[in-house]
Structure formats: C-alpha cells, structure tokens
C-alpha cells in the first residue's frame, strides 16, 4: 500500500517557466512533508520540508504548498533551470512512528527543463 | 567539511557471499538510516539506529544486519540470505529523536551488483 504518490513519473518543462511537481498521500498521520532533489548515482539533497501546521513554505525559487484536507502538496519551482533537471522525491513522516524522521518516499518525478 | 561517505561507491558480489557496505557520517547527528532504491521506485527503509547500540528493523530488512558501535558509523551487511541484493544502497543521519521534524541527510551511495 503506497502511502506516498507521486502519480506522474515524468514532467518536462521550459527554462524560465513554473514547474509544479504533486504529490499526494493516504495516512493522515503524516506531519512533516519533504522534497528531495536527486541526481543519477548521487543519494538525494534535501530541498525544502513543510509541518503540518502551515500550508506554504517558500525558499528562494522552491516553494512548497500543503492541502491537508486534501491530503495533497506540490512543489513549484520558479523559474525552472536547466540545472533543476533531476528526480524528485516527496517524502513523509509522521509522528511516533518508531523513529523520530522515519521517512515513508514516494516513486519520484522526473523533471526535464529545456533550455 | 561535514558530511555522510559511503564506500564503496561500487561493490560486486558473487552469489553466495555476504558484502558489508560502509557508512560514516561526521555531523554529530544521532540517527542513521539505510535505505534501498530498485530503479523507478522510491527509497525504502531497512535498518535505522536512533542511537549507539540500538537499531530497529525497516519495512525491508530480511537478508540484512546492522550494527551501531560507535555513533558515526553505521555500516550494512548484505547477507547470502538477500536473494535480489542488486540495488543502490543509500545511507542517511538526522539530528535524532529529541528534535521534531528534522530532515535526513543522505550520502552518495553505493552500487551493489551481482556477478
């Protein structure tokens, strides 16, 4: 049972213009919501992170949305580099889980930007 | 210069063998984590340590074995009883459980393949 999704494998975008990578999750749990960033053959560079407590959390060009009646937050990225062309992960946790930042990762999304 | 290293970056097994993969982080944090990514899916957990000789089992951890002796390292063992041992390996730390909602810092991987 998937508890994160990220439902579109791929995204492809121009440079310059807003990428908004989604992602949803079932366990109502979950409290702490992350974005990785991850290049081939390189572990994953935290991104940005949100609490449950907000619903927007914004760090230079990445922002990320929370809807938590909707059990859904998204990652908008602008303006989109070449550079921003990896895969991204969305990642949970929820409280009392047996670790404290006990991780639960969706699938990934792979972001191309054009140039 | 902080940071998580894993060694090696690649790693080859013949069938049958157990394999210790390396993990050693110097950012004072308490938990480590490792995690396996098959491609096209999402990281998951097999082993965590929220502190010095003490580590919990992950959603994964059947043909795998951990110990926790000193707080910077972490190292995985790979046993025989791992019957799909390919896969990339990635080891992550956090801060630890006395802190709520702390990301994972994850190092550069290691390649596991079977010969």
């Known amino acids: 049972d998937q508890q994160v999704k990220q439902n579109s494998p791929s995204l492809s975008v121009q440079e310059g213009r807003i990428s908004i990578l989604n992602c949803d999750y079932t366990?109502?749990?979950?409290?702490?919501f992350l974005w990785y960033k991850k290049y081939p053959a390189e572990g994953p560079t935290f991104l940005i992170s949100?609490?449950?407590?907000?619903d927007k959390n914004e760090d230079g060009r990445f922002t990320v949305f929370l809807n938590k009646s909707a059990k859904h937050l998204s990652l908008h990225i602008v303006p989109s580099q070449p550079g921003d062309s990896a895969v991204y992960f969305c990642?949970?946790?929820?409280?009392?889980?047996?670790?404290?930042?006990?991780?639960?990762f969706g699938k990934g999304i792979t972001l191309s930007v054009r140039p | 210069d902080g940071g998580i290293t894993q060694s090696p970056k690649y790693l080859f097994r013949k069938e049958g063998q157990n394999v210790t993969l390396s993990c050693e982080q110097n950012?004072?944090?308490?938990?480590m984590y490792w995690y396996r990514q098959d491609p096209g899916q999402g990281l998951r957990l097999i082993y965590y340590?929220?502190?010095?000789?003490?580590?919990q089992k992950g959603d994964i951890a059947e043909g795998y074995s951990v110990s926790r002796e000193k707080k910077e390292s972490f190292p995985l063992t790979v046993t025989s009883a791992q019957k799909n041992p390919t896969a990339f390996y990635l080891c992550?730390?956090?801060?630890?459980?006395?802190?709520?909602?702390?990301?994972?810092?994850f190092g550069d991987g290691t390649r596991l393949s079977i010969l």
């Open positions: 992550a730390s956090s801060i630890g459980q006395q802190y709520s909602n702390q990301p994972q810092h």
């Open positions: 366990n109502s749990m979950f409290d702490y």
């Open positions: 949100i609490s449950s407590i907000k």
């Open positions: 990642a949970a946790s929820a409280p009392f889980s047996g670790a404290n930042s006990k991780l639960t």
């Open positions: 950012l004072n944090h308490d938990a």
């Open positions: 340590s929220q502190i010095v000789n003490d580590f």
